[in-house]
């Protein structure tokens, strides 16, 4: 499971870095934890950068009126500047000038921003918005950025968020998760009729790698659910998911042999 984990935090400290993932496979062995840790040190030091001159350009925007913000911030400021600025201005003042700029622009700020230092103003952002936000990471395979906003958006935008994802990019975004303790509360939003062809997405995107790390942070009764979807799936898939688990070091009980929520186990021949 550090194996799995460790790789999901080095695609994140890359992103942070500006580098490619490959550039950090030295770090391959470091415990997630400890990647993780330096990625937020990272991150930290990037945004306490000039945070003086930050802090004054936060307190002059309460000057300009908030639609004349917005087209200030799009042209002159930028994503970058704006996400630097967005966990200084008061929470109000900040939804306020996000709900009247494009969702790719949003995009655009989201991908710079740190959900940490502006989770107060990212909680209340309409769920509209979101949704629409999360439908351009999408289109973007931006799985980072959205696996890291999970953590601070409250149930029913998350909810909205997960129609405008498809199932690979569920599976894709689930794996790169800041705080995987909510992967079963964002299974638990899930419709039933996707299970199914969430399995299916993971088999024709090479994705069990992404499944079983995501089956591994729910708890019994969430896994039975998958289990129960996975007693559909065609021999050559459940095959797939055996040679993936152990390619890995995990057991293929996970998804194969859980008991599903009714009804006997599925049986597997292996």
């Known amino acids: 499971m550090n194996d799995l984990e460790s790789r999901a935090e080095i695609l994140k400290l890359a992103r942070v870095l500006d580098t490619a993932p490959d ?16 990625r937020e040190q990272a991150t930290d030091l990037l945004f306490d950068a000039n945070e ?10 309460k000057l300009v009126p908030a639609p004349v913000l917005a087209k200030i911030a799009q042209r002159v400021f930028g994503p970058l500047l704006c996400a630097r600025i967005a966990g200084l201005v008061d929470v109000a003042r900040g939804v306020d000038v996000a709900s009247r700029l494009s969702p790719t622009f949003l995009a655009d700020v989201a991908a710079q921003l740190d959900p940490r230092r502006a989770s107060r103003i990212i909680a209340r952002i309409p769920g509209d918005t979101v949704a629409a936000v999360a439908s351009e990471l999408t289109r973007r395979e931006d799985w980072i950025t959205i696996g890291r906003f999970v953590g601070s958006l409250p149930d029913s935008t998350v909810s909205a968020s997960l129609e405008a994802l498809d199932d690979s990019a569920l599976l894709q975004s689930s794996y ?15 419709p039933a009729k996707r299970y199914l062809p969430i399995l299916r997405a993971a088999d024709a995107g090479d994705l069990w790698p992404h499944t079983l790390d995501l089956l591994t942070h729910l708890d019994e009764p969430l896994r039975a659910r998958f289990a129960e979807a996975a007693a559909e799936l065609e021999s050559g898939s459940r095959s797939r998911v055996v040679a993936a688990a152990r390619e890995l070091g995990l057991d293929p009980d996970l998804l194969l042999a859980t008991t599903p929520a009714s009804g006997p186990p599925p049986s597997l021949d292996r």
């Open 23 to 38: 550039r950090l496979g030295f770090l391959a062995e470091v415990p997630a934890a400890d990647l993780r840790a330096f």
């Open 176 to 190: 790169v998760l800041d705080d995987k303790s909510r992967a079963g509360n964002v299974v638990e939003l899930l």
């Open 52 to 61: 003086a001159v930050l802090q004054r350009m936060a307190l002059a925007s």
